[in-house]
């Protein structure tokens, strides 16, 4: 039988660690769960706010609604021949499938390392690092439908990936609630090294032909020297996208700023979000209870009793002087609730 609590502070199932409160909180551990919830029409008609690691959102005032925790776990894998299919719960903490494929040889996410949050949340977001994305290893991913309360399966395609972006961030906002989804990987690595500091540090630590652990480890060591622990620091990771912005726009940012730090992108020149900030004079800055981080501008901190309130307009604040000095405009990659 489920047990919907009522009045329940979400302070500790944010990674920003704010302090605010659901009207409704229910915990999903199996897909039945939640048949069995929304057998009851009232919890059709309320606000809805599905979360799992809390680790992508800032909730900016008390939840009017009902909070669906997903917690649904389990990993299972099958092999053909070099090709290996994993599929995960929705529950599963990220970091913890990464490590149970560089274990086991299963390459594919190891760029991928440490990045927080849960595995349901990861191709809503087509979470991203280091040059590989969640579309780079998608296979597909099975969602319940809440008007239906029926289960689906999205391939790909049908998840429409775009940059930081899936179809579960618009057409289908709301309307679906992943409980799985299935990676395809491979036991022949074709190692991504290019991007960042990987080649770098790699370098520095004397290896010449590197394994996916070896890339893990890299990958999670530049994290961990950047970013912020959520568990001593409230954060929710990166809070901006890099811009990409057109090739005639780059070239006038570029004639201006030549030291611009810049990617090339599909459709244009990806800049560095945390770059432009820095330039702005943001990085470490602490505003009241809040701030950027030391070690990298382009994420916020609560330094302790911030509100949601106070983190966006400090977000808004940046937005508004890089776009002042750069003429480009950030995007916020946390969802904002409330």
Same mark, same amino acid.
């Given at each position: $039988? ?9 302070? /500790? %199932? ?8 659901? =009207? ?14 929304? $057998? ?10 599905? $979360?799992?690691?809390?680790?992508? $959102? ?16 389990? &990993? ?18 990220? /970091? ?12 594919? &996410?190891?760029?991928?390392? +440490? ?28 969602? %319940? ?8 399966? %999205? ?30 990987? #491979? ?9 960042? !500091? ?36 409230? /954060? ?29 992108? !599909? ?15 943001? =990085?470490?800055?602490?505003?009241? /209870? ?22 966006? #307009? +400090?977000? #808004? ?7 002042? =000095? %750069? ?12």
């Amino acid at each position: $039988m489920l047990q919907i609590q009522e009045d329940v502070s979400l302070k /500790n %199932f944010n990674t920003f660690g704010i302090d605010v409160s659901a =009207k409704y909180f229910v915990e999903i551990a199996h897909e039945d769960d939640l048949v069995e919830l929304f $057998m009851d029409p009232q919890w059709l008609q309320v606000n809805r706010l599905v $979360m799992g690691g809390g680790s992508n $959102m800032l909730l900016k005032k008390d939840f009017d609604g009902l909070v669906i925790r997903i917690n649904i776990r389990g &990993i299972e894998h099958r092999l053909a021949q070099n090709d290996v299919f994993v599929e995960a719960g929705a529950g599963e903490v990220w /970091n913890d499938l990464v490590n149970y494929c560089v274990d086991r040889g299963y390459a594919g &996410i190891e760029n991928l390392s +440490l990045i927080p949050g849960s595995v349901g949340a990861s191709p809503i977001q087509n979470i991203g690092a280091y040059g590989v994305e969640l579309k780079d290893v998608f296979k597909s991913c099975r969602a %319940f439908e809440v008007a239906t309360s029926q289960f689906k399966a %999205f391939n790909k395609e049908d998840c429409g990936f775009g940059y930081r972006d899936s179809v579960f961030k618009g057409a289908l906002k709301e309307q679906y609630i992943i409980v799985s989804v299935k990676f395809h990987l #491979s036991l022949v690595p074709n190692l991504n090294l290019a991007y960042g !500091a990987i080649g770098q540090e790699l370098a520095n630590r004397n290896i010449a032909h590197p394994t996916i652990k070896d890339v893990s480890r890299v990958v999670s060591h530049i994290r961990v020297s950047k970013l912020p622990d959520p568990s001593t620091i409230g /954060n929710a990771g990166s809070f901006f996208k890099n811009p990409v912005i057109g090739t005639e726009q780059f070239a006038e940012v570029h004639a201006k700023f030549p030291e611009v730090v810049h990617y090339p992108a !599909a459709n244009g020149v990806k800049l560095a979000a945390g770059w432009l900030i820095e330039q702005c004079g943001w =990085k470490g800055k602490v505003v009241g /209870n809040t701030g950027t981080w030391k070690n990298q501008a382009l994420v916020l901190v609560n330094h302790g009793g911030a509100t949601g309130e106070e983190v966006y #307009s +400090l977000s #808004s604040q940046i937005i508004d002087s890089v776009y002042s =000095k %750069f003429g480009v405009f950030l995007e916020r990659e946390v969802n904002i609730i409330g």
